[in-house]
């Protein structure tokens, strides 16, 4: 197991959390403009939410934009992120069509890591990060809940379950609906990043898990995500606020 995972020059899993920033325009035009406001912010990541984009009925199109996103990123490691509307995202697509954009993505060589979420189901996960690692993407396995938050041990199950799938890196985002909500995941991240088997990614959303993204890293959380213009969930801080706070928490 990599104890550090490489997206581009960027390493997951040492030093402070990364910052990531995910664009979410809706065309062609929105989506050029976000991409040139990100070379201006100071990020290390960013994140093409491809739920948002118009054209995400065809796999051409979203090939087209996505080589146009890396070559307007420069250096920038770029994310590629179908969410689905049951995880919270824009849209669904049928299973094949999800497996199929998510092969396509990775097989390109223009997105960097690809998202998979866990509940599109062991086969689908398990066909996309080997596809990934085929073409030397990696793979980030997610699952999203904007209503609660389970218990901590039902997140290190889910955790863990995406790494035994394949996943270069879990990664889970929940809603607190109380302080306690919020040191579940605090207290799931630190016994899932223990096991010192790679890097993982967590969250509690909105205002009351704010605190999660800002010192998550503290107890193992290896990326968080900022906002540029729009956030693509609730409770992103500014992407130009968190290097200063992270840098204050983590002594760089
Ligand atoms: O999985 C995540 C995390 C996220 O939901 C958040 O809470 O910051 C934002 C999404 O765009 C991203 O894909």
Not at 47 to 63: A, H, I, N, Q, T
Not at 98 to 126: M, P, W
Not at 131 to 152: C, L, M, Q, Y
Not at 208 to 219: D, E, I, N, P, Y
Request: glycine content about 10%; some cysteine; proline content about 4%.
């Amino acid at each position: 197991m990599k104890a550090i995972v490489e997206i581009r020059k960027v390493r997951l899993g040492e030093g402070a959390p990364k910052i990531c920033v995910s664009m979410t325009g809706r065309t062609r035009e929105e989506l050029r403009g976000e991409a040139a406001l990100l070379r201006t912010i100071d990020l290390d990541l960013a994140e093409w939410r491809v739920d948002f984009f118009e054209g995400v009925d065809s796999p051409e199109k979203v090939l087209e934009m996505l080589a146009e996103l890396r070559l307007l990123l420069g250096p920038v490691p770029l994310i590629f992120t179908f969410r689905s509307a049951r995880e919270g995202g824009q849209r669904e697509l049928a299973a094949d069509d999800y497996i199929g954009l998510n092969a396509a993505a990775a097989a390109s060589g223009d997105a960097d890591a690809i998202d998979v979420e866990l509940f599109a189901g062991d086969e689908a996960v398990r066909r996309l990060t080997a596809e990934a690692r085929r073409f030397g993407a990696v793979s980030i396995v997610s699952n999203h809940d904007f209503d609660k938050t389970p218990p901590a041990e039902e997140l290190a199950a889910r955790l863990r379950r995406m790494r035994e799938l394949g996943g270069d890196v879990p990664k889970i985002a929940v809603m607190p609906r109380d302080p306690g909500d919020v040191l579940a995941l605090l207290q799931a991240t630190y016994a899932v990043s223990s096991d010192k088997e790679g890097p993982i990614i967590t969250m509690s959303m909105g205002l009351l898990g704010a605190v999660s993204r800002v010192a998550g890293g503290t107890f193992g959380s290896a990326l968080t995500f900022g906002a540029a213009k729009n956030a693509s969930a609730p409770g992103q801080l500014a992407a130009a606020e968190l290097r200063g706070l992270l840098g204050a928490l983590h002594g760089e």
